[in-house]
């Protein structure tokens, strides 16, 4: 993805406070002061109360980075009072390690051990490792690890013993909540909006794409899972109070395999069988360019005169709600 010789990580930290402006600005600067690490984009979300910060460079130095972010979050933010749209378990509640140039997967699992490990013992806060730094099948995905969010933290350190950190639920642990740290291929968070305020309707038709689809009861009184539409798609609907919308609210675990405009469109497809529209979308956080090129060139059918990065912003609805900056949004523009 990278031209380079250097040894490149990314870091996608997730953190649970999208409106307070000053605690945003002290995590980031946190980050911000840490040699060989480039902050690349802080991305605060008010109705899910939730502030996604990306930074990458040197991979020890972005360790220590998102140790520094770590801390300040679990000083700064008080989960027993956080509330917001989007799930979470702790103030820091996920922290991805993603390999950019130069660096292998069995390195970021390495390395997102030791920084879990240093979060654990000098932080005092509880870590589960997930992805490819996951030590059994059931950990790792995200959800399964989040499953009770932070309301059921408290019965989750007894029947889910943490990787690294305490495993009873102290009255610092009741403040800090819990970390999520693994090693991940890149994650294209994306949001889709739906013209309508029933967040049901966008509960259905996550249920119809993500690739868990959803449980039923069959003819024989049985559950049983159903499968969605499409394959490393993570999705749930959420509700959007600033802009009186909904959102299919997604993670796109393997952007390779499943597209942004193959999301789009079957959403679309989705919420028109509910007489609804999906009328744009957003990407959270940084995107490869390579993924909107693939969907500039789905919706030319591979004209290359045309601008095709201009093309999927326009046929994506990624300006709907907030100017979409391919200088600030698309990460090699960014190293």
């Known amino acids: 993805m990278i031209n380079t010789d250097k040894k490149i990580i990314e870091c996608v930290s997730n953190f649970s406070d999208g409106r307070n402006a000053d605690v945003i600005y002290k995590i980031a600067s946190s980050v911000q002061s840490t040699k060989n690490v480039k902050l690349l984009n802080v991305e605060p979300d008010k109705d899910y109360n939730r502030t996604v910060i990306t930074f990458a460079g040197d991979p020890l130095c972005v360790k220590e980075a998102a140790f520094k972010a770590i801390a300040a979050a679990a000083e700064l933010i008080d989960m027993s009072r956080q509330r917001g749209e989007h799930p979470r378990i702790g103030a820091t509640d996920v922290c991805p390690i993603i390999p950019v140039a130069n660096v292998t997967k069995d390195e970021c699992v390495k390395l997102s051990n030791e920084l879990g490990k240093d979060v654990g013992e000098k932080l005092g806060i509880p870590v589960y490792l997930y992805e490819d730094s996951a030590r059994s099948a059931e950990r790792k995905n995200l959800e399964n690890i ?8 408290e019965q989750k350190l007894k029947d889910w013993i943490p990787d690294y950190g305490p495993t009873k639920y102290t009255d610092k642990v009741r403040r800090s909540g819990a970390t999520v740290i693994g090693s991940r291929f890149f994650l294209i968070a994306y ?8 967040v049901n309707v966008a509960n ?3 249920k119809k794409v993500r690739g868990s689809g959803s449980m039923i009861i069959d003819k024989a009184g049985k559950k049983k899972r159903v499968p969605g539409i499409l394959k490393y798609v993570k999705a749930i609907g959420v509700e959007l109070n600033e802009y009186n919308i909904t959102q299919v609210s997604l993670n796109l675990t393997n952007y390779k395999e499943t597209s942004m405009h193959e999301v789009f469109e079957s959403i679309k497809a989705q919420a028109k069988a509910h007489g609804i529209e999906a009328t744009g979308s957003e990407i959270i956080g940084l995107v490869p360019k390579e993924a909107l090129l693939e969907a500039g060139a789905f919706y030319t059918g591979n004209n290359v005169k045309n601008n095709l990065i201009e093309v999927a912003i326009e046929h994506l609805g990624l300006s709907q709600l907030n100017k979409f900056k391919p200088e600030k949004k698309i990460i090699e523009n960014l190293l």
Not at 146 to 153: A, N, P, S, V
Not at 191 to 198: W, Y
């Open 191 to 198: 949001n889709v909006n739906l013209n309508t305020r029933e």
């Open 204 to 206: 259905e038709i996550a």
């Open 146 to 153: 989040r499953k009770g969010e932070y309301e059921g933290l």
